[in-house]
C-alpha cells in the first residue's frame, strides 16, 4: 500500500484535498491505481495515451482523459443520472505526479472547470 493525495480544484474556488490508502500496480506501460473513500471505489488507470478513471459506489462514474480531446461521460448518484462531455485541455504527468486540467460541458455548456493533482506521498508500505 501506498498513499496518495489527492488534490482539486474547481472553477467556483471549491478545493478538495484528501489523503487515502492506495494499491499500486504497474503493468504493460501504465500504473494503476485502486483505492476506497466514502463515496466507493475507484480505479486509475495511468498510460501514454490516455487515463481512465472509474469509480463505483455511492457516486459512480466513468472517464477517459486524453489531452487536447472531448470525451463522453456517464456521472451516477442517488440524485442524478447523465451522461457529460468532458474536454482535457492538459496532462501532465511526471514520475508519481499526475495533473489534469479539463472542463465538464452539458449539452456544448460548460458547467465545471477542474484542475486535479494527483500524488504519491511515499512508497513505503501502510499497515
Known amino acids: 500500500m501506498i498513499k496518495l493525495k489527492i488534490d ?6 471549491e478545493r478538495t484535498i484528501e489523503e487515502v490508502e492506495a ?33 463505483t459506489g455511492e457516486i459512480e462514474s466513468s472517464q477517459i482523459i486524453i489531452e487536447g480531446e472531448t470525451t463522453d461521460f456517464i456521472y451516477k448518484t442517488p440524485y442524478i443520472h447523465a451522461t457529460f462531455q ?25 458547467i ?8 504519491e506521498l511515499s512508497n513505503e508500505i501502510i499497515n
Open 23 to 55: 494499491i499500486k500496480i504497474e503493468e504493460h506501460n501504465s500504473i494503476i491505481y485502486r483505492y476506497s473513500n466514502e463515496y466507493g471505489k475507484t480505479m486509475m488507470r495511468i498510460s501514454e495515451k490516455l487515463i481512465e478513471i472509474i469509480r
Open 112 to 119: 465545471n472547470k477542474l484542475k486535479i493533482r494527483v500524488r
Open 86 to 110: 468532458l474536454y482535457t485541455k492538459k496532462v501532465e504527468y511526471k514520475e508519481k505526479e499526475l495533473t489534469i486540467y479539463y472542463s465538464i460541458y452539458d449539452n456544448n455548456v460548460e
Open 8 to 13: 482539486s480544484i474547481d472553477k467556483f474556488g
